[in-house]
């Protein structure tokens, strides 16, 4: 499986991005996928995590009531809504693939894309 990641920008606080991340190949829909974000200096952290049939598995605590994560398995395409963005969002965002039950851990899977910078302004 190959993920690109896109839909990243610069937003003002308080604003909002959908990024997406477009996988190829037949297998997307048996994998869970999942959002990870990097900021510079920070570990690589989970966001959000859904399983193989569309089922939200986690959602990490600082993006409950904001981002929600979807997946349209016939277009092969995996989402992320992010409402009421604030500064400390900043960061490189990754698209993940792997395993079918949707984990926040990193070493659950196989396929990472290539990231999408996502910064908010103050």
């Known amino acids: 499986v190959q993920l690109q990641a896109s839909g990243g920008g610069l937003v003002q606080a308080g604003g909002s991005l959908r990024l997406s991340c477009a996988a190829s190949g037949r297998t997307f829909s048996t994998y869970a996928m999942s959002w990870f974000r990097q900021a510079p200096g920070k570990e690589r952290e989970a966001v959000a995590a859904i399983d193989w049939s569309g089922g939200v598995t986690y959602y990490a605590d600082f993006v409950k009531g904001r981002f929600t994560i979807s997946r349209d398995n016939a277009e092969n395409t995996l989402y992320l809504q992010m409402n009421s963005l604030k500064p400390e969002d900043t960061a490189v965002y990754y698209c993940?693939?792997?395993?079918?039950?949707?984990?926040?851990?990193?070493?659950?899977?196989?396929?990472w894309g290539q990231g999408t910078q996502v910064t908010v302004s103050s």
């Open positions: 993940a693939a792997g395993g079918r039950a949707g984990s926040s851990r990193k070493g659950s899977y196989d396929y």
